[in-house]
């Protein structure tokens, strides 16, 4: 007896631009598949879609694999080869949400953290102290901009670092660093 086989991929996905360049893809690398069915969750955008099965067997049960990890910024692609067995509705679902979820269980996870913007501006003679704080805390640093006065460089911190980070660097500046926070990026 013939058995469908389903595979499961999970990516990053932060535009829905994103999500469909990996559909096409998985598409391109499995042409021969029955089905290519497919959910994404990014943020507050939410789409699904079926790819030929009966309506509401294939993609919704893979988005409520993804709400049910509790994952966001993903696209699940679901690719089926048809085994000559009919599911019926039920087990289209079980298969589907089936083996998404555990694609999704099993998977890495990537814990994505808001940071905060601090601007930094230091004169060449406090240089050294602002590249220590930089590698003394997780900041990732943005352009710097050299002028006659110094250097000016955009941080991103975790905002609970940003107190300890401002302080470090003023004790190491004696009070000479300038430092503008901007609210936490959401």
Request: negative net charge.
């Given at each position: 007896?013939?058995?469908?086989?389903?595979?499961?991929?999970?990516?990053?996905?932060?535009?829905?631009?994103?999500?469909?360049?990996?559909?096409?893809?998985?598409?391109?690398?499995?042409?021969?598949?029955?089905?290519?069915?497919?959910?994404?969750?990014?943020?507050?955008?939410?789409?699904?879609?079926?790819?030929?099965?009966?309506?509401?067997?294939?993609?919704?049960?893979?988005?409520?694999?993804?709400?049910?990890?509790?994952?966001?910024?993903?696209?699940?692609?679901?690719?089926?080869?048809y085994g000559?067995?009919?599911?019926?509705?039920?087990?289209?679902?079980?298969?589907?949400?089936?083996?998404?979820?555990?694609?999704?269980?099993?998977?890495?996870?990537?814990?994505?953290?808001?940071?905060?913007?601090?601007?930094v501006r230091?004169?060449?003679?406090?240089?050294?102290?602002?590249?220590?704080?930089?590698?003394?805390?997780?900041?990732?640093?943005?352009?710097?901009?050299?002028?006659?006065?110094?250097?000016?460089?955009?941080?991103?911190?975790?905002?609970?670092?940003?107190?300890?980070?401002?302080?470090?660097?003023?004790?190491?500046?004696?009070?000479?660093?300038?430092?503008?926070?901007?609210?936490?990026?959401?």
């Open positions: 007896m013939n058995h469908s086989e389903f595979l499961a991929f999970a990516q990053r996905a932060d535009t829905p631009e994103e999500a469909f360049s990996q559909l096409a893809a998985l598409k391109s690398r499995y042409p021969d598949a029955t089905h290519h069915c497919w959910a994404y969750q990014i943020g507050p955008a939410v789409r699904f879609h079926d790819d030929g099965e009966p309506g509401g067997t294939a993609g919704t049960p893979i988005l409520r694999a993804i709400h049910g990890q509790d994952v966001d910024h993903v696209m699940v692609v679901v690719v089926r080869y000559g067995v009919n599911l019926g509705t039920g087990g289209l679902m079980r298969a589907y949400g089936g083996t998404a979820a555990e694609c999704l269980r099993t998977a890495p996870r990537l814990e994505v953290r808001p940071r905060q913007s601090v601007m230091v004169a060449f003679e406090h240089v050294s102290a602002l590249y220590h704080a930089l590698v003394t805390f997780d900041t990732v640093r943005g352009e710097e901009a050299y002028g006659a006065a110094g250097v000016t460089l955009d941080v991103q911190l975790f905002p609970e670092d940003v107190p300890a980070f401002t302080s470090a660097l003023r004790d190491a500046t004696r009070g000479a660093a300038h430092i503008e926070t901007d609210p936490p990026e959401p």
